[in-house]
């Protein structure tokens, strides 16, 4: 396929190098990102990915979990159920 269209977008030093450094990682270009989101896009009809606010607690717990505050871990599946109670 040719590509002749061209894509701009500006947006802040901060997230263009926070971005692009995970793209790194995974061996990706920024090119290659904006064409795998616009692709998708055109695939579904819709925006491929879910964007909502998380609430309160949720935000709470994700932070939290980032920073290994209240994580668990278990050495069997058995381990894990014998945790969990019945509210």
Do not use: C
Not at 20 to 35: F, H, K, N, Q
């Amino acid at each position: 396929m040719i590509k002749t269209a061209t894509v701009h977008a500006r947006m802040d030093r901060e997230t263009k190098d926070a971005s692009e450094g995970v793209l790194r990682e995974i061996g990706m270009s920024p090119t290659d990102a904006v064409r795998l989101l616009y692709r998708q896009i055109a695939l579904r009809g819709e925006f491929p990915v879910e964007l909502r606010v998380p609430n309160a607690v949720t935000a709470k717990t994700l932070t939290e979990s980032d920073a290994d505050i209240g994580i668990e871990s278990f050495d069997s599946l058995d381990d894990l159920k014998s945790s969990w109670t019945d509210a």
